[in-house]
């Protein structure tokens, strides 16, 4: 016997220990002739009989008992899991079930939650004492005391650097904007990390050893997560600097916006704190269903907020230059609210449908940080749109031509600025819900999830296309662009007339059939990918497309003379753009 066979019946044995741990018999052949033997398992499989066994049997009666076994195995499998394989419809069904059941769960166990928190508290007396409650909070209170002591010398110390940066509140233009901004934001970080330095070193320093993992628990999650969203949010809505403002909000709807993202920061911090001090304390996440309560109350609030400030959202996505947006954009801008509310009780749902499966392990605050991403892309959209304004280079020569090149210019800046910003959000969300596209596309997993990573792909693939299409068009446009500027074109009515005019550059003649060609090309492979990726055969296509060019090709064939000869007259340089020509009396 070789290593080989030996791995492979050690393998056999133990998948035949868990299918059934009684003695079977299977019928085997032996390797010089077909000739049944009956091979008794041993009882019990302990790694001296597995030997013992190894020892009566060839490759043939291996892999015979492999294939056996596995079908055997494979049986039960099936048998346990019908529906392993399932379509859309049976999908839908199963996330239905989840969310009913993630709901009746929470509704029965109601009067658990009084129960588990008398459970949690009475797990943490037995273990830190009667006093150890009284200990707790006065930690917490000196912990929280020497770190705003701590924050408040710092404060003092670096309040000229603070003035300097208030000092320059008048600019203008974004990168001065950005510099305050940013440096405002870095001061204020520093002044948390030295709060949460000082109180972590205070509480370890003065609390029992079984008490500090629960103080940097409520630090982390009642004082460090409201105060990022407290420094975060100033950073975006500066509710009291509307000079510094980097959206385009009324002063109003930007304090109503700070307001409740602390709010909902303190909601999701408590959330946090209770869920784990009950891990701590004995009590499990499913035990009392408390987080689908205040998860429930959390995106109910997100809700109102989106009923009640809709007004405003709507103008974060116009921004301040109502004039450059295009009719598309200002109609996305008007439902975005209804958006982002529609994202965000999707989102709810698939908490509940993940939660209705017991599988609380997959969540863990990364529902909140998706939330955030989804609701907050246009308002990085508008980033993008200030971002092009800036980076642009200045318009090239006068005229409507010039005028044309340069807004064509900044379209293209903003759609290639969009499509990265697009793949950046879907990868960041694979990446915290540890998604691989191509390993769940290509997996033996159901239909439905199938479907949901290929058409993820086709996406992207799409986005990619689009990207490449897009910084094609641009090179090429800009090119153009110069090239006719250099040469004095002018698109404006009236110019030009009868009469030998002046030929254009041989590029600026062959440039737009160059960009028509390529746009072509990345159009067709990327359709070509797309439909491939999402399970449809492109071999049919691509047959029939050559049969009908070479259909069009026979019945067209002066028209298909006059374009071929039409790309010569080009690259000859029989003529220019520009150019009059007289053809008999014409």
């Excluded at 300097?164 to 405002?184: V, W």
């Amino acid at each position: 016997m070789n290593i080989f066979s030996y791995i492979l019946v050690v393998f056999l044995v133990l998948t035949a220990s868990v299918s059934n741990s009684s003695a079977q018999t299977l019928p085997l052949g032996s390797s010089d002739s077909v000739i049944e033997q009956t091979v008794i398992l041993p009882t019990p499989l302990t790694p001296e009989a597995v030997r013992g066994l190894v020892s009566t049997l060839n490759d043939e009666q291996v892999r015979k008992l492999l294939l056996e076994r596995l079908d055997a195995v494979a049986a039960t499998e099936n048998a346990k899991n019908p529906d392993s394989e399932i379509g859309l419809v049976q999908l839908f069904g199963i996330w239905g079930k989840s969310i009913a059941n993630s709901f009746t769960t929470a509704v029965d166990k109601v009067p658990r939650i009084w129960d588990g928190l008398k459970t949690s508290t009475s797990t943490f007396a037995e273990r830190h004492g009667s006093s150890g409650l009284l200990k707790l909070l006065g930690v917490i209170i000196g912990s929280i005391g020497a770190g705003l002591v701590a924050e408040y010398i710092v404060n003092k110390l670096t309040r000229k650097r603070r003035e300097n940066i208030q000092s320059f509140s008048d600019a203008n233009t974004l990168g001065a904007t950005l510099k305050i901004l940013g440096s405002r934001l870095f001061w204020d970080l520093i002044a948390l990390f030295i709060f949460f330095w000082v109180t972590r070193f205070v509480g370890q320093l003065i609390a029992p050893a079984d008490l500090v993992p629960i103080i940097l628990l409520f630090m982390g999650t009642m004082v460090v997560v409201p105060r990022l969203a407290w420094a975060f949010s100033r950073l975006l809505n500066a509710p009291n600097s509307p000079n510094l403002r980097l959206i385009s909000i009324p002063d109003e709807t930007a304090k109503y916006f700070h307001r409740n993202v602390i709010g909902l920061s303190l909601l999701i911090g408590f959330m946090g704190f209770i869920l784990q001090f009950h891990a701590m304390y004995g009590v499990t996440v499913g035990e009392t269903r408390l987080g689908y309560w205040i998860n429930m109350a959390l995106f109910i609030w997100l809700i109102v907020i989106g009923i009640q400030a809709r007004e405003g959202l709507t103008q974060i996505l116009i921004g301040s230059r109502p004039e450059e947006v295009t009719p598309t954009e200002f109609r996305i801008a008007k439902i975005y609210p209804w958006l982002i509310i529609g994202i965000t009780i999707l989102m709810w749902l698939i908490v509940e449908i993940i939660a209705g499966m017991g599988r609380f392990d997959l969540l863990g605050g990364r529902q909140y940080i998706v939330l955030t991403l989804i609701t907050f892309s246009p308002a990085m959209d508008v980033g993008v749109r200030g971002l092009v304004r800036h980076l642009v280079p200045p318009i090239q020569g006068e005229g409507m031509l010039a005028h044309q090149a340069y807004h064509s210019t900044k379209r293209s800046y903003i759609r290639i600025g969009r499509v990265l910003l697009f793949g950046l959000v879907i990868l960041t969300i694979a990446k915290l819900w540890d998604i691989d596209f191509i390993n769940l596309a290509s997996s033996g997993v159901g239909l439905g999830a199938q479907f949901v990573g290929r058409f993820i792909e086709m996406l992207m693939i799409v986005a990619i296309g689009y990207f490449v299409w897009e910084v094609l068009t641009l090179l090429l446009n800009r090119k153009l662009a110069a090239e006719q500027t250099a040469e004095g074109l002018t698109e404006e009515p009236g110019a030009g007339g009868e009469g030998g005019g002046q030929g254009g550059s041989r590029l600026s003649t062959v440039l737009p059939m160059i960009r028509f060609t390529l746009q072509i090309i990345v159009a067709t492979i990327t359709l070509l990918m797309a439909l491939s990726y999402i399970g449809v055969d492109t071999t049919p296509l691509l047959a029939g497309a050559g049969i009908v060019g070479l259909a069009v090709g026979f019945g067209a064939q002066a028209l298909v003379k006059d374009v071929v000869a039409g790309i010569f007259f080009l690259v000859d340089d029989a003529f220019r753009v520009g150019e009059y020509l007289v053809i008999g009396t014409t």
